[in-house]
């Protein structure tokens, strides 16, 4: 896994996020409480000088880590985040990934059109998986939340897609370039909080972090970042391995994104 | 660890994917798992293991076998990182090979060694629009050479061709070098290879690691791309890239078009005050005066300044024919423009082509009339401030450089 230079990636993200808050009047954020979209807020409170300027939603199912409910509320405070919690249901007749897909699809498109949000800052990598590759750094999605990856605006340069679906909305990604291992580069760097499931426990740590019903730990002692870091240095295995969801279908991305999944 | 993003152009079907799949086994720079996933889609499909494979995520992009959109893949290789970026080589998809063109450091150029492929329209147009897009290094493999028995002659025609083709679009000899490869066996990859004795240059991958530590120098004056406002503590700030040169605390500067000064009370990086800021820093100032720049604003120092004008002469590209109401975006701002293009530019020989001749996908020589004044710089002295985007209707339809 290649280390990447962290300030040509923190100067890439300051300026697209600043770029979104230019161009859209109305953004906001997804926050998993996890480490890429906490880095995110991280690198937001850098490009606006100390505060985080737009609303923070957690699509929360109810069946989150304990670690994590606890996580939100202290760092919510510590940040003065503007945090929105919208409620998704659990359906178990959606099987499969009832828990986060199309449930959580269903409560965000719900909040998007309460709010009006015109621009979505969510905190994916184009090294998480294959399909993830084809995002923009700026990309539309229409009214249903489809992501038309086939004709997706040219974006050149520092020249980002401003063009607004009727009714659809932006999907922003900062972290686009960032690989999993510059996270925790730059968590570390920057002492930013992280939830403690990401650390070991009797032998095991979350690498990746869904809820309790799609996501299991691996095999790890590493207690500490630095212990993440070494461990993440040497190893073979896809970052997604601890997630169920990827092991149904080969192409289950592809399909929930085009679902509107984040 | 620097990344050089490196942009694979060159015809659909000479081999892209392939060369960067070859290139990932190599320097094993791919899982287990992504390795397993090709050779089972290979197997699926009837042929022995193509690393091109390992690329393709989509399905119905391996059915079709070809690629839709860029694709981006990491590897890294004597202590250098790349970005390769695979581009789809066909025509109707030129505006996302532009997209991902317009990130790199240098190309590499892959060009069929195979009778019926050769040097194609797709090829020139390539190289002529990555000149364009601000690329000014280029690595031309000719691939497949493992399918014309390595032929030494096969190899020095392209070469000999392409080097007639590439001082004519205005590149540097110096900036291009040839390598005959098989991505498919793996020649001249990452060692030189036995097959082609003939060849005492170096490998693909040892003229990436060369290219790489070349970087750009910047003796250029101050340029600051002003991206907007942000509210802060500190009163209100601009934001903006710094494009070259050096901006510090107390300094005098003037922007433009507003053709005012203003003292530069702090600066901004990263969220942090610092005395100084240089080429790439995001920075964010608190003028003394209060803000005068806007987005779309031009701040410099020193007696040059940038052009202020509503009227501008470029070489343009059209991706599609341009239709309804004209624009360009121009260092973040959109202006309604009047396009009128006075020659069509026949890439493949630099001449002129007839008055009417297609535009799109040709190039043209144009000048473009905005309702407002605006600050810019010609593409010769500042790169990232000299090129634009042209729409129509709001759409894409292609890209200019201010001459
Ligand atoms: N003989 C030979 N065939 C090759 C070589 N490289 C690629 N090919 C074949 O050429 C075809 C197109 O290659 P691909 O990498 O998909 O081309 P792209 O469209 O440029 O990405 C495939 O069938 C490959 O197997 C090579 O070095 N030698």
Redesign the pocket.
């Known amino acids: 896994m290649i280390e990447q230079d962290l300030k040509q990636l923190q100067e890439r993200s300051i300026y697209i996020m600043r770029e979104a808050k230019e161009k859209f009047g109305n953004v906001a954020a997804l926050w998993s409480m996890g480490k890429d979209s906490t880095a995110m807020l991280a690198l937001a409170r850098k490009a606006f000088l100390g505060k985080v300027p737009f609303p923070i939603i957690h699509i929360d199912n109810g069946i989150d880590f304990p670690e994590t409910y606890k996580f939100r509320q202290e760092l919510a405070k510590k940040w003065k985040l503007d945090l929105i919690v919208a409620e998704s249901e659990i359906k178990p007749e959606l099987s499969g990934y009832s828990c986060c897909g199309e449930n959580k699809t269903i409560a965000l498109k719900k909040l998007m059109k309460e709010r009006g949000f015109d621009a979505l800052i969510v905190s994916i990598r184009r090294d998480e998986h294959g399909i993830r590759a084809k995002e923009r750094y700026m990309s539309p999605r229409n009214r249903d939340f489809k992501w038309n990856y086939k004709e997706q605006p040219a974006e050149l340069w520092n020249d980002y897609s401003s063009k607004l679906d009727d009714k659809g909305h932006i999907r922003v990604h900062p972290l686009l370039d960032w690989n999993e291992i510059d996270i925790w580069n730059f968590t570390k760097r920057e002492k930013v909080p992280i939830n403690p499931l990401y650390k070991s426990k009797n032998g095991y740590r979350y690498r990746s972090l869904g809820c309790t019903h799609c996501t299991s730990p691996v095999k790890s002692n590493a207690k500490g970042i630095d212990g993440i870091i070494n461990e993440l240095r040497s190893t073979k295995t896809e970052e997604r391995a601890g997630r169920d969801q990827d092991k149904e279908k080969e192409y289950v991305m592809e399909k929930l994104r085009a679902l509107g999944y984040m | 660890m620097l990344i050089t993003r490196v942009t694979l152009l060159?015809?659909?079907?000479?081999?892209?994917?392939?060369?960067i799949g070859s290139m990932l086994m190599l320097t094993k720079s791919v899982t287990k798992e992504r390795i397993a996933e090709a050779e089972r889609t290979s197997k699926a499909l009837g042929r022995k293991f193509?690393p091109?494979f390992i690329l393709d995520s989509f399905s119905e992009e391996r059915e079709g076998?070809?690629?839709i959109d860029t694709t981006r893949v990491q590897v890294k290789h004597k202590g250098a990182a790349f970005e390769l970026i695979?581009v789809p080589?066909h025509e109707e998809l030129i505006q996302n090979m532009i997209s991902g063109a317009s990130y790199a450091g240098f190309a590499i150029l892959?060009i069929s060694a195979m009778e019926n492929e050769g040097i194609t329209q797709q090829t020139k147009r390539h190289l002529f629009l990555a000149k364009m897009l601000g690329v000014t290094r280029v690595i031309i493999a000719v691939?497949?050479?493992?399918?014309i028995g390595y032929s030494r002659k096969a190899f020095d025609d392209i070469k000999e061709e392409m080097l007639r083709f590439l001082g004519r679009i205005g590149f540097d000899r110096d900036s291009v070098s040839f390598i005959p490869?098989?991505?498919?066996?793996y020649d001249n990859i990452l060692a030189r290879s036995k097959r082609m004795p003939w060849y005492t240059g170096e490998p693909l991958m040892q003229s990436m690691l060369q290219f790489s530590k070349q970087r750009e120098k910047d003796g250029k004056s101050l340029r600051i791309s002003v991206q907007g406002s942000i509210e802060s503590g500190n009163g209100t700030l601009v934001t903006g890239k710094v494009i070259s040169g050096k901006v510090s605390k107390g300094d005098t500067v003037a922007s433009f078009p507003e053709g005012r000064s203003f003292r530069i009370e702090s600066i901004y990086v990263k969220g942090r005050q610092k005395p100084s800021a240089g080429k790439g820093d995001d920075i964010a100032i608190k003028p003394g005066s209060g803000p005068v720049s806007r987005r779309g604003s031009i701040i410099c120092s020193g007696r040059q300044k940038p052009l202020v004008s509503d009227r501008l002469s470029g070489t343009v590209f059209f991706v599609r024919e341009p239709a309804g109401k004209a624009s360009i975006r121009y260092n973040g701002i959109e202006l309604a423009a009047d396009i009128i293009v006075h020659k069509v530019i026949d890439i493949a020989t630099g001449g002129s082509l007839q008055k009417n001749s297609e535009i799109v996908l040709n190039a043209a020589k144009a000048s473009i009339t905005s309702r407002k004044k605006f600050a810019f710089e010609k593409f010769n002295e500042y790169p990232e401030l000299g090129r634009f985007t042209l729409y129509s209707n709001g759409t894409f339809a292609g890209i200019g450089i201010i001459d």
């Open positions: 060159g015809n659909k079907d000479h081999g892209k994917s392939t060369l193509e091109g076998g070809l690629t695979d080589g892959i691939n497949k050479m493992d399918a490869v098989s991505a498919y066996n």
